[in-house]
């Protein structure tokens, strides 16, 4: 693609930007600020539901996709430095492209005239906030571990360059991505997949190509989460986690890839971690609710301050994670958990205060009266807010974070060209298929061929996901196929055991661990979790006693771990091939070929024997 094509595709001036000294932007002059200014910076908000009416039981479920005036009025009025986008903002490219060009007026408006961070979690793989029928999601960090050995770090630069070009295209300049948490822990219930693997020299390589290349194409990349969540088994979503590493392994383990990136490229922000680390900050502090606890990292000046900045050089922005996950809002007010995270050193507040219906509006300004009081009194001291501000200021002048187009046709009209287009879905599926890794049998030896058998019978988590790789199948295969499926989903298994007698051969897929909140949201989505939770647990109880009738009836079987590898030490035993594919969604339209639904493609491929197979568990797998 030449470099002026490529330009105007990512709508930007772009095709000189990168970020060596030659060819970084010219820095303006900082506008300057009062106190309350220089705070409005220092707020991302979110703005993912809005309703009009302060609603009837408290709760607001409609989707903010336009952006209202009394909205745009606090982002002009109060200087806001920057917004978090959710799947619940995005329709389609004309209505996101919209949303953020008003979005972005509106700051243009304010007294700073700053551009607006707008920023979004679209890591791929498990967390991805864009329709995956719209754009290209991939199948996340860990298939791309898994081919590092045949690939080194070539699929980590391409998720990169095109995860930008995307967002970029649509008006957002803040990706929260790459995840560079090691994850070493088999139970760890919110990352596992979102990592590299386990190995920190392979996820600081992998991190550090997929930073370069999001932010050599103008993307401003977010490192997350410092300084590590890849040892827990609390999500931090739900509550504080704690992780009792040594000073010396934290260094080797969980700092490593943050310290090899931050030399390698300086990343724009780094997110912190809602995680208590005793090793690096045994310091202690009240909760709301009289509890004397560990500090946790985002209010650690040790850890933010001392490690981050002054050991490990860090001269970026540093960003919280969400205040209002479990970590933090269970033993702060908002107010006490934006204060003590300034005084320890982050520089913007993700998601501080509720902002849902007109009732709440008014919380924002008290937030910020607040926090000008605690500069005053010397709770935040002004130097450091004063340099805080210049850091947001500087960022923001380091990255074109406005579209380079003047209208918002024009650039609804590139990007919908741009966003999952047939160059993106083919590198969408050349990584579902080379991160594709045959754990059983050993060796490239399959008991049985698909193309020997006819009847089919596919036991999947539900029927969306049984439709896509029945799809994929046939659309695969040179011949046809009669297939059965066994949705997971499903409360009457009477004719489980007649289905699994009547077929050739099996093919069953599971997710574990569960769905997590970061996958499907945030903290908005607490009341579901439990009724998530319930059905998790059925599945796995349906799949447990299928299992032993798959092989008290003899059928040959093929086992798909469709999330975290580390199942099949539990389910692979019943399979005489196990695959592992790391990523398991499908797209709005399951059925549809070269339109988000690559991995049940690649599955499929697979399955049929058209390609050799060459990825490798980046994790260890017991038993494996």
Partial sequence: MSCLTRASLLLLSACSFTLSAAAMPVKSAVPSASVKQMLGQKLMLDLRYYCEQQPVNGQCRTPMTKLPPELATL??????????????????????????????????????????????????????????????????????????????????????KVLADELLALGINVNFAPTIDVNVNPQNPVINVRAFGENPQQVAELGNAMTSAMQQRGMIAALKHFPGHGDTEVDSHLGLPRV????????????????????????????????????????????????????????????????????????????TDALDMAGISKFFTHTEAVVQTFAAG?????????????????????????????VN?????????????????????????????????????????LLGSAAHRQSELALAKAAITQVKPASSYWPFKLSDTKKLLLIMPDQTKARALAAALQHYSKD???????????????????????????????IAPMQSLADIGGMDDLTGIANIAAAYERQSLQF?????????????HVFLSLRAPYDISRYGQYADVVLASYAYNTSEQPTAMGAGNAVYEALAQALLGQYRLTGKLPVTVSGY
């Fill in 377 to 417: 009194k010397g709770d935040i001291a002004k130097t450091e807010l004063a340099e805080s501000y210049q850091r947001i200021v500087a960022l923001k002048q380091q990255y074109p974070l406005l579209p380079a187009v003047k209208s918002a046709a024009e650039q609804t009209k590139l990007a919908g060209k």
């Fill in 75 to 160: 982002v002009r009025d109060y200087d806001i430095g920057g917004v978090i986008l959710f799947a619940e903002n995005l329709a389609d490219v004309a209505q996101t492209v919209q949303l953020n060009r008003d979005l972005q007026s509106a700051a243009a408006a304010s007294k700073l005239k700053l551009p607006l961070f707008i920023s979004i979690d679209q890591e791929g793989g498990r967390v991805a906030r864009l329709p995956r029928s719209l754009a290209t999601s991939f199948a996340g960090n860990m298939a791309i571990g898994a081919t590092y050995a045949e690939h080194g770090t070539k699929f980590a630069t391409e998720v990169g």
């Fill in 544 to 556: 447990e006693t299928l299992l032993p009738q798959i092989k008290a009836k003899k059928k040959p």
């Fill in 346 to 374: 982050a520089d913007i507040a993700l998601m501080p205060v509720k902002l849902q219906h007109p009732g709440e509006l008014k919380s924002l300004a008290a937030l910020l009266n607040a926090l000008e009081a605690a």
């Fill in 244 to 319: 009792e590493h040594s000073r010396e392994q934290i260094r080797q383990v969980d700092l490593y890839p943050f310290a090899h990136i931050i030399k390698q490229q300086m990343p724009g922000m780094i997110m912190t971690a809602h995680i208590q680390f005793p090793a690096l900050d045994s310091s202690t502090f009240v909760s709301k609710n009289g509890e004397e606890m560990l500090k946790p990292a985002t209010l650690s000046r040790t850890i933010l301050h001392d490690v981050l900045r002054q050991e490990m050089g860090y001269k970026g922005v540093i960003v």
């Fill in 480 to 510: 046809h196929f009669v297939i059965d499926s066994i949705s997971l989903q499903q409360t009457d298994l009477a004719r489980a055991s007649a289905q699994i007698g009547a077929a050739d051969l099996v093919i069953s897929g599971f």
